[in-house]
Each structure stands twice: as structure tokens, then as C-alpha cells.
């Protein structure tokens, strides 16, 4: 058996962007979330003779992820609004993973996580720079029902008084190959 500690910092880049929101009232620019990612985890060898070879184990996920949001809010009335906001985006989450630890030369390794399936809770957090009217939360709610995630799941998001949204769970997924050497 063995326990790891991963540590990331995720830049502007990569998977987590979104290219901007363009709907009849809110218009942003493109954003792109970074931040920080923690995951302890453990696994047990299938092999005798060390921790090489096909394992098992389990992980815990947390990560915090923010990006600033700019653009611009019309109002029913033709009014318009500067959109300057942080939103953030914090995950736990619990999961099982299945890989396989590879000795390249003496202590150097490729290690294959095949799979590493999960489930997270997420919450969601607006905090504005410059004031909003509350239509604008109104507005921005409206326009979130109609994203659906996978084929038959609802992402029901609704940002309540406070700018942040009830916890919302969804599955989780980790995969991946990494390259160390072992100490």
C-alpha cells in the first residue's frame, strides 16, 4: 500500500474556459478559470515486490478555481451595465481509481492512471467589483436553465441573494500519466 499527496496550480488555460457568454441580454468575454487542486490519495499494489505494477485505491479531490468576468448587461429597459465579477468554483470530491506503475530505469517511473471515476459537490460564487442591478441575477439564472449537462442531466445553477448557488453534484472523472522518480 502506498499514500500520495498531489498539488497542482492550474494556469489560464486548458480545458476550463468558456468563450464568452452572448445571450440577448448578457454579453461577456472569453474567460478562463486557474487555480489551485489537492489530491490525497492511497492504492494497493496487485503485485508482490513493490509498489510497481497494476494498482487500486481510492482518492479525495478539492480544488479552487476562480477567473474575473467582464462585459456588459442590458436591462429591459435599454439600460447598460459594466459585468466586472469574480466567479469561483470549488470541488470536493471522492472517488476509485485503477492504474499501472511502470520502472523505466532504477528509480524512474511512468505511472498510468487508466481510470479514475468519482463523485464531486460543487459550489459556484459570483463576487461583484462594480455593483450590478438585481435584474441582472434574474436575468443570468433565465439564461443558465437552458445548459444541460451529458444527454439527460439538468445543471439546475441558480445564484440565490447571496451570489453563490446551492451545492450541486455531479460525477467526477480523473485520468492521466505522470513521470517521477521514486526517492
Known amino acids: 500500500m502506498s499514500i500520495g499527496l498531489n498539488v497542482g496550480y492550474k494556469y489560464n488555460s486548458g480545458i476550463f474556459s468558456v468563450e464568452g457568454i452572448d445571450?440577448?441580454?448578457i454579453s461577456t468575454k472569453k474567460f478562463e478559470f486557474s487555480g489551485i487542486k489537492i489530491?490525497?490519495?492511497f492504492r494497493w499494489y496487485l503485485e508482490k515486490g513493490g509498489m510497481t505494477g497494476f494498482y487500486i485505491g481510492g482518492y479525495l479531490k478539492y480544488q479552487n478555481y476562480k477567473t474575473p468576468i467582464e462585459g456588459i448587461y442590458t436591462?429591459?429597459?435599454y439600460q447598460t451595465s459594466p459585468i466586472d465579477l469574480v466567479a469561483q468554483v470549488k470541488t470536493t470530491a471522492v472517488g476509485l481509481q485503477?492504474?499501472?506503475?511502470?520502472v523505466i530505469k532504477k528509480k524512474f517511473f511512468a505511472d498510468f492512471l487508466i481510470a479514475g471515476p468519482?463523485?464531486?459537490s460543487n459550489t459556484f460564487e459570483i463576487k461583484e467589483n462594480k455593483p450590478l442591478p438585481q435584474g441582472f441575477y434574474n436575468d443570468l439564472n433565465d439564461?443558465?436553465?437552458i445548459y444541460?449537462?451529458?444527454d439527460n442531466y439538468k445543471l439546475d445553477v441558480k445564484f440565490d441573494t447571496n451570489q453563490k448557488t446551492d451545492k450541486i453534484n455531479l460525477p467526477t472523472f480523473r485520468y492521466g500519466i505522470k513521470v517521477g522518480y521514486m526517492f
Not at 98 to 102: A, I, R
Request: charged residues 25%; without cysteine; glycine residues 14%.
Open 39 to 41: 489530491i490525497p490519495e
Open 143 to 145: 439564461a443558465l436553465e
Open 148 to 150: 444541460n449537462l451529458y
Open 98 to 102: 485503477v492504474g499501472y506503475k511502470l
Open 75 to 77: 436591462d429591459n429597459n
Open 118 to 120: 468519482g463523485f464531486g
Open 23 to 25: 445571450i440577448d441580454k
